[in-house]
């Protein structure tokens, strides 16, 4: 009997945790009878989302407040069971009344390993940042993953606690982080972020980071997945990192100005244990780019400049050196830190003749019609790196990541043409996990593109690391598996192509993350370039291949960097590299987590001191209640 009885339910400005809402989507699903459920937030594209996958809400309003959760099975009483149990898969996550999922026992742990106040019962749990603090005396750092609205406040909090702030969180606005960087840089405290996705401090993966060895190379980013890609690469080149800062996707704009860049770039090259720096950004604003770059210059170190998808900088000087790719950047920046002995032959054009054979392979396989590349990235940065190197080469080119010519994409649930999409762009995650947490939406989306008859090349990121998916290759491979099957039963081939960001180190253990995906047909490269150009090839041939030889193009250089001058004269506001924010890449930080457990938990894994604040949104987060509280202020 086929699946027809549709149920939808809506709690009115409901707030849970977005790990509880996936884990209780995931056990609706393995109940009996039931074929699809989705237990999201009310966002227009969550809403969407459902519709998809045949659980129309019809009717049903709902608000990004609210909690939609729909059912669909083969009959009424085994949808009713699913809902029935809603309260009890939701019990141990997070709501206005309860905390999140995790033991009931102590989140504060200490280097022993042992929660404060005995050797192992429940212990209090803070509901402040500064009571945390008190709690965890070591604390330094506050890493905070709470809903993009309630963000602001939680970091505010910490920075005038005393804490340095780590703000993971996304859909927070551009004037709340130019404030939050102004407080911090007043009180000698480092804000990173918002949409800050990762760091490493001391030898401590935060967020989504990978395990790599420790080294003399320092990474400044405002790019999670670049710095990802370039600290992974330095370990498997040998290399190590000191330390790898984030600041924020948006820190490069001129609305920000830079701010936290120069204050990590200022503490990287003051650091002892750091020889060269890597400097990775999306393609940043001009002006900001070319402050940035004399402040760079003047460091006192070495530094490799990587503008994912911009033109190389020129700098007549030597102090700084310039990556097209954040393969080469990694690759120069072990070099410069004496980590790694610089290749003589260069290895892209070592690969290239088995690219070109694997490309025109694959080729020869698909139909005349199948012309287009659909390239489904988990990672904003890596995104960008995959516009800059294809805007040229297939047009038109259509992304949510502007980058050279490439067009802006009309709706973002329809691909045209050659469509290259960042999952984890802030109009896909309102309301929803990251992509590289949950792989509904890429699986969904990865299905979508599959089924169209004009499209040969499907191209992805698998990111490892703390934080991410325990087996991204494991989830996508079976959906690979499945498109291919059903484009071969329809007399068509279909070519999919990976890059596999991490190191063996990691939990997931990049090795075996590869071999999964090759044994589902996936051409697996060694960085997301070559990935990239890889993809490309299959369609343009070497024209694609040739992107990895010359300058990417973003319409324009940032410019040549200006003569270095000191740091006090920096026109985006006075600075104070004061002993905390040298003192925070001493050692390990002590971190005052408040938002998603399974970060915590990474970081107890480590071994690093960490506390969960009992947090929960204010208002038990109806919007209309917190409006009038902003108003009694």
């Given amino acids: 009997m086929s699946a027809t009885v549709v149920r939808i339910a809506i ?19 393995a109940f009996p009878g039931i074929a699809e459920a989705g237990v999201v937030m009310g966002t227009e594209a969550n809403l969407d989302l459902l519709r998809q996958a045949g659980l129309d809400p019809g009717s049903a ?24 149990s809603l309260d009890a898969l939701l019990r141990p996550g ?19 390993g042992r929660p404060p106040g005995g050797a192992g019962g429940e212990v209090y749990r803070p509901r402040t940042v500064a009571a945390a603090a008190r709690l965890l005396p070591d604390a330094n750092l506050a890493l905070i993953s709470v809903p993009g609205r309630f963000a602001a406040g939680v970091a505010r909090e910490a920075l005038e606690a005393g804490l340095h702030v780590m703000l993971f969180s996304d859909n927070v606005p551009i004037e709340d982080e130019v404030r939050l960087k102004r407080i911090g840089r007043e009180a000698g405290r480092l804000c990173m972020g918002p949409d800050c996705g990762t760091a490493i401090i001391g030898g401590a993966a935060l967020g989504f980071a990978n395990r790599v060895r420790r080294g003399p190379v320092g990474v400044a980013a405002a790019a999670g997945t670049g710095l990802q890609e370039v600290a992974t690469i330095v370990h498997r080149l040998g290399g190590g990192i000191s330390h790898a800062l984030g600041t924020g996707g948006r820190d490069l704009t001129a609305e920000v100005g830079g701010a936290a860049m120069t204050d990590v770039l200022t503490l990287l090259g003051t650091d002892p244990s750091t020889t060269a720096v890597v400097l990775v950004s999306k393609p940043p ?5 070319r402050r940035l770059l004399a402040h760079a210059a003047g460091i006192g170190k070495p530094v490799v400049v990587a503008f994912v998808g911009a033109a190389p900088v020129t700098d007549a000087g030597g102090r700084l050196h310039s990556a097209s790719t954040l393969e080469e950047a ?20 070592a690969w290239r003749p088995g690219a070109r054979r694997r490309a025109g392979a694959a080729a020869a396989r698909l139909a005349p ?5 659909r390239a489904l990235y988990s990672g904003g940065t890596l995104c960008a790196e995959c516009v800059g190197l294809l805007h040229s080469v297939l047009r038109p080119l259509y992304t949510n990541v502007p980058v050279g010519s490439a067009r802006p994409l009309g709706s973002p649930a329809r691909s045209a043409a050659h469509t290259v999409l960042d999952l984890g762009a802030d109009e896909f995650t309102v309301g929803r996990l990251h992509p590289m947490l949950d792989m509904t939406l890429r699986a969904q989306r990865l299905r979508q593109e599959a089924a169209d008859p004009e499209v040969g090349v499907i191209l992805l990121d698998v990111v490892l690391g703390e934080g991410v998916h325990p087996d991204p290759a494991g989830a996508l491979s079976p959906v690979v598996d499945e498109a291919r099957r059903a484009a071969a039963a329809s007399g068509r081939d279909l070519v999919v192509v990976a890059s596999v960001c991490g190191t063996d180190a990691d939990p997931q253990n990049r090795s075996q993350q590869a071999a999964r995906l090759e044994a589902a047909g996936v051409l697996v490269e060694e960085s997301n370039a070559r990935a990239a150009a890889l993809a490309g090839a299959v ?4 024209a694609a291949l040739d992107s990895l030889r010359r300058p990417l193009s973003a319409g324009g250089a940032p410019g040549p960097a200006a003569p270095a001058r000191p740091a006090a004269e920096d ?12 003192a925070l890449l001493a050692r390990a930080p002590g971190v005052v987590n408040v938002g998603l457990a399974i970060f915590a938990e990474s970081l107890r894994a480590q071994q690093v001191p960490v506390i969960d604040l009992d947090w929960r949104p204010p208002a038990g987060g109806d919007r209309a209640m917190l409006d009038l509280l902003a108003r009694l202020e």
């Fill in 369 to 373: 019609a199948q012309r287009y590349l």
């Fill in 285 to 289: 604003d001009p002006g900001v780019a």
């Fill in 94 to 112: 997070t709501s206005g009344t309860t905390q999140p999922r995790e033991d009931v026992l102590a989140h504060a742990v200490g280097m022993d």
């Fill in 330 to 349: 990694g690759r120069l920046g072990a070099h410069l830190a004496g980590g790694a002995p610089r290749d003589p032959e260069d290895p892209v054009e």
């Fill in 539 to 542: 369609l343009a041939g070497d």
């Fill in 61 to 84: 309003t709902a608000t990004p407040d609210d909690l939609v959760v729909a059912v669909r099975g083969d009959r009424e009483e085994h949808v009713e069971a699913a809902l029935a």
């Fill in 571 to 582: 026109p985006s506001g006075p600075r104070r590299t004061s002993e905390a924010a040298a």
């Fill in 11 to 29: 709690r009115r400005s409901a707030y849970y945790d977005s790990v509880t809402l996936m884990q209780a989507q995931q056990a609706l699903r």
